[in-house]
């Protein structure tokens, strides 16, 4: 964690939010790396404050604007100091910015924006940071081919890992999603928008979490007390 944008990027995948942060000027910087840690293998921010040295990387812009020999107005530097860093990062952040990750952002802001609906809105909130992203990058597929049986498999294996999927072959329409995971209100939160977003309205789940459905000849399916009969 060298660089503030690194540092933006390892508190937004342990779940906080990039514009809760506060960057300061630090007190004893180090001349060999832009974040002031204690410890170097520190992979991201204990706290919202982070320490930047401003001499580091852009010391011919910010070593003017925040000259130590000037005296005053410290609460006034400290503020620009914070949101001069935060328009920084988010320039880094941005370069070499493909135009599908610029499509991923507009489909992310439309959804926090309200205009999948405030329900979509409440759902998608559920989601980390990361997993947002891969939602993104799916629906923008499935825009694109119309494919949604491909593009709903591969959005449950990046968020569920464990999951399998089965068709059934004697009922049209049907699906049957084992997720290995444990359910809550949440979790059936995250899977009906799930449905919404990547299956046509014909389309029937049924979802199972912890316990997979018993298959008769397939052992591990059957053990008792860990199968849902279905």
């Not at 999948?116 to 940071?129: E, I, V």
């Not at 947002?132 to 597929?141: G, V």
């Not at 997720?179 to 049924?206: D, I, K, N, Y």
Request: net charge negative; aromatic share 12%.
């Amino acid at each position: 964690m060298n660089y503030a944008w690194e540092a933006v990027l390892q508190a937004e995948k342990h779940g906080r939010d990039r514009d809760n942060l506060r960057f300061v000027e630090a007190s004893d910087p180090s001349p060999y790396i832009e974040v002031s840690v204690m410890d170097l293998n520190q992979e991201s921010p204990e706290e919202d404050r982070v320490e930047i040295n401003p001499l580091y990387r852009l010391g011919d812009v910010l070593g003017r604007l925040f000259d130590r020999n000037i005296e005053g107005y410290a609460s006034l530097r400290d503020v620009f100091f914070d949101v001069c860093m935060h328009q920084i990062v988010r320039l880094d952040l941005r370069e070499g910015l493909s135009k599908e990750d610029f499509y991923h952002s507009l489909i992310i802001h439309d959804i926090e924006e309200g205009r999948y609906g405030q329900t979509a809105h409440r759902r998608f909130s559920l989601f980390r940071k990361e997993e947002q992203k891969h939602i993104a990058r799916s629906y923008l597929q499935l825009l694109k081919t119309g494919n949604y049986p491909e593009e709903f498999r591969r959005v449950m294996l990046r968020l569920y890992p464990k999951v399998f999927i089965y068709e059934n072959n004697e009922t049209a329409y049907e699906l049957l999603v084992y997720l290995g995971v444990e359910e809550s209100g949440e979790e059936r939160e995250r899977t009906a928008f799930l449905r919404e977003m990547f299956l046509p309205m014909q389309e029937t789940v049924h979802w199972f979490y912890a316990h997979h459905f018993g298959i008769i000849g397939v052992d591990e399916t059957m053990v008792v007390d860990e199968m849902v009969i279905f």
